[in-house]
């Protein structure tokens, strides 16, 4: 028997080579580049479309933790990231172009793996869903008559906004203003621009006068972790400063101090030429993303190679429509997988499809469902899935690997550090033998 996937992104390809590796038959089905998406900007498998970093990697954090089991448990997505790596501190970033052409090549050299270039717009019978935030309107059409549709916050198909951040040129930055630094003196990793009081506020004048290129609903239809910046400067002047222009551990060696406020770029290609504007997500137009980006010191003549885009993001109900196993309650044998199932980020959707992956293999085999330990980051994500609080469906929202949604240690630990050390060590401990 074939296993029918759908979405070649991270979550897709992530779950076919789960799925392949345990010796099943997968056919994978990508709709790039005979359908595009409003983000997307070329067919490769795994595209990386909004940051180019995957988070942290330190066993002090959530995301460090997740890296750890999905490491453990032969991700795919995590090796091919690890070798397209760009310096970026204590963060995991990639080289996009190098690593979606890593992930394709892998993905089309194994032997159990056919990649189909086609849009599918139904439900198959079995197998795994996987298309994506920007699923293509007749799947999400398909995916709605199956799992239902209805008014108001209880949906069990929902959506929020989201964009991307703008790509300079690094020899276009002027370095006599900015300067290489990691925060408190961790590497040279970013580029720091940095802002003074006065071009703060000319800065953040301008943002807040204007325009977006269009409508896209109130600040409740957008995701916490992903805030355009023109929508976050609107909760108060210092919401940057303390936010993705924070000058914290950032000591200008020109004066000896810490600017007003800074802006950060981060490498985004693997010779260096590429950086993003980190934090700076942005639905505005194009014409004001440039006058915007060009007020920042060190930027005035700075070339933009890609401009911040906006772009809706959908995902379902998930307690509602899916069980503990990642399956649609309402057809049984078909999972979902990736950000589509309301989790947020890189490495959790990367997460969501190695369990389905696994799982949906496991099914063809004859084998039960593997059902993910609590304490681990995937288990809490699932966890958060299937409970997501005191209101569940009725409030749901997608949510990234934190602490804050891993079970409590038996013992209270004050310290900070330790604490997450402790639960790292729980983590990898119950992670299940696949």
């Known amino acids: ?22 010796g099943v038959r997968v056919r994978l089905f990508e709709m790039r580049p005979l359908a595009g998406t409003p983000a997307h900007t070329s067919g490769r498998l795994a595209e990386v479309v909004c940051s180019n970093s995957f988070g942290s990697v330190g066993s002090d954090s959530a995301a460090g933790i997740l890296k750890a089991e999905l490491s453990l448990c032969g991700s795919l997505i995590l090796d091919c990231a690890h070798a397209c790596s760009v310096p970026a501190g204590g963060a995991l970033a990639v080289d996009r172009a190098g690593f979606s052409e890593l992930v394709e090549r892998r993905i089309e050299a194994h032997p159990n793996i056919e990649v189909v270039r086609t849009e599918i717009d139904a439900i198959p019978e079995t197998g795994i869903i996987a298309t994506g935030p920007m699923t293509s309107p007749r799947m999400a059409a398909a995916l709605r008559g199956v799992i239902g549709d209805g008014p108001g916050a209880h949906d069990p198909y929902l959506s929020f906004f989201d964009a991307v951040a703008p790509i300079v040129t690094r020899e276009s930055v002027n370095m006599d203003k900015a300067w290489l630094a990691g925060r408190y003196g961790r590497g040279n990793d970013y580029i720091n621009c940095p802002m003074n009081e006065a071009e703060y506020a000319a800065f953040y004048g301008f943002l807040t006068r204007a325009e977006q290129a269009g409508g896209h609903g109130g600040a409740d239809s957008y995701f916490e972790g992903c805030m355009p910046i023109e929508v976050m400067a609107k909760r108060g002047v210092d919401t940057l400063r303390f936010g993705p222009m924070k000058p914290v551990g950032l000591t200008d060696p020109r004066t000896g101090r810490l600017p007003y406020a800074a802006v950060q770029l981060r490498q985004d290609d693997a010779e ?14 194009w014409g004001e993303q440039a006058k915007l980006i060009h007020m920042i010191p060190g930027l005035e003549e700075a070339e933009i190679v890609r401009f911040g885009v906006m772009h809706e993001n959908i995902y379902v109900n998930a ?27 890189y490495m959790e959707s990367t997460a969501m499809g190695l369990a389905a992956g696994v799982n949906a293999a496991r099914t063809l085999l004859g084998l039960g469902c593997v059902t993910w330990p609590r304490p681990t980051a995937i288990g809490s994500l699932i966890n958060y899935l299937m409970d ?37 060590e729980r983590a990898i401990a119950c992670v299940p033998p696949l």
């Open 1 to 22: 028997m074939i296993l029918t996937i759908i979405g070649g992104g991270l979550a897709g390809c992530e779950a076919a080579w789960q799925a392949a590796s345990r």
């Open 272 to 285: 260096g030429r590429l950086f993003n504007i980190v934090g700076f997500q942005t639905g505005l137009k």
């Open 388 to 424: 997501a609080g005191p209101d569940g469906s009725k409030n749901f929202q997608p949510m990234n690997a934190n602490l804050g949604i891993f079970p409590p240690l038996d013992e209270k630990v004050k310290d900070k550090k330790l604490k997450a050390r402790l639960m790292y």
């Open 319 to 345: 307690p509602r429509v899916l069980d503990q196993h990642l399956q649609l309650r309402a057809r049984p044998g078909v999972f979902l997988a990736g950000q589509l199932t309301g989790v947020e980020g």
